[in-house]
């Protein structure tokens, strides 16, 4: 019988910046009675990673263009976030009342590139905001060097961050950064239990697994920002996020 | 520590038409060693469900007017089969070589209607594909209510789909039907750590127990089509499928 099992780890810190990430998940998981096993996938939400290497930002040290301007009248945004969300982005999808859908840099479609000022520490006379971590998969490559150095195992990380979704309400976890497992399983060529070849199938892996963590990592007040997903193992080649983005030309859906 | 469990029920037999498919899922559970707890979810692949309605339609029997014709050009599909996903749609998003993106009767915006020919049983002279089942949700509510008519205790089920989604590349399991739990969990209103008010946190809730559970679900040959979810408790009331269901005309993508 295959079973995944998944913790959130609790009494997770707050996390400042410039604090050393590993070292806090790494104890939090001893404190949880977790000692890390090989294939373990740790997830750890963009939030705390974004902290960590102090992507805050001001707003008051923020100054809006013409374009940030025009787009914040669109969309009923503060000018200076919409500068940020643009200074983060390469291309807006869609700003219409309460609404700004860009590509991020990183390459994701998402909301407000990301930008967020929910759980995000309160500062006499500052407006803080956090960005997304500055490349993510550098970090999820760090995070899981050190982790893989203090707890000699095999384990993977995935930095996790919350998505809305075309066609469908509601937000779902989905990866940022995946180290040490296949983001993207693609079993094109392989056969059904009738020989048929599989049409279609490239499974999303990281997205699958940072869904799943987020069962369990809850938003707002909660602050279980780390989980740990054992029990799944993905025979492909580790291949890191790139694999899940699918240029805007190739989009099949519009 | 929040802990959940999915575990994937081995031995799952093949689903002919007609079958009681609770009883089938009944007897899977005990066979695996698991007693049906309160809370538990139930995940059921789409296929099953189908297969037990007998929702298999046989090519030979389909005749394709004009307008699949049309299409079964521009996409390079049998037209037989555009025929069949025309009759399951209420519109066409997307038609080009290979690629047929429609809206589901159900709301769902899908590729193909959901209408498969991998894993489908080979019959002598037949050409079977699979259509989804003709109302999921009353079919989850049934099957929930025949569990707990046999165990006695308040579990949950979804039924669960494999989709591409826009901008990303693979598939991801998500919710077809949600009988017993919250399919979405609105959070509006409710604040963060430091009392600032959650702004965008509609949470997916069903799709995130789809995604988890298609973390040991596999596809192709793997056979497990059912898998029990344990540890997982949403305290907002249920609500069904629609939910998650977004109009095309507020969708907020394009």
């Given at each position: 019988m295959t079973a995944v099992v998944i913790d959130a780890l609790d009494g997770f810190p707050e996390v400042h910046p410039g604090v050393d990430l590993a070292r806090l998940i790494g104890d939090a998981l001893l404190q949880n009675g977790l000692c890390p096993q090989a294939n373990d996938i740790l997830v750890v939400a963009q939030k705390v990673v974004s902290k960590a290497e102090n992507r805050l930002v001001d707003l008051n040290e923020v100054t809006a263009g013409r374009r940030a301007h025009e787009l914040a009248i669109a969309t009923n945004k503060d000018p200076r976030i919409v500068e940020l969300v643009l200074s983060e982005?390469?291309?807006?999808i869609r700003a219409v009342r309460g609404v700004l859908i860009v590509r991020h840099r990183l390459g994701h479609v998402m909301a407000n590139a990301?930008?967020?000022?929910?759980?995000v520490p309160h500062v006499e006379n500052k407006e803080l905001v956090l960005l997304l971590p500055q490349d993510p998969e550098a970090s999820a490559r760090v995070l899981r060097a050190q982790l893989i150095e203090r707890f000699g195992v095999e384990l993977a990380v995935v930095i996790s961050d919350s998505f809305g979704r075309p066609w469908r309400v509601g937000t779902l976890n989905v990866a940022l950064a995946a180290a040490g497992l296949p983001a993207l399983h693609d079993r094109r060529g392989q056969t059904d239990r009738n020989g048929r070849v599989l049409e279609a199938t490239q499974i999303a892996v990281a997205d699958a697994v940072a869904a799943a963590a987020g069962l369990v990592m809850?938003?707002?007040?909660?602050?279980?920002p780390v989980v740990l997903l054992r029990g799944f193992f993905c025979e492909a080649p580790p291949c890191d996020i790139k694999s899940l983005i699918r240029p805007l030309a190739e989009d099949l859906f519009r």
């Open positions: 982005s390469t291309d807006v990301g930008i967020d000022r929910s759980n809850g938003e707002g007040s909660e602050g279980t």
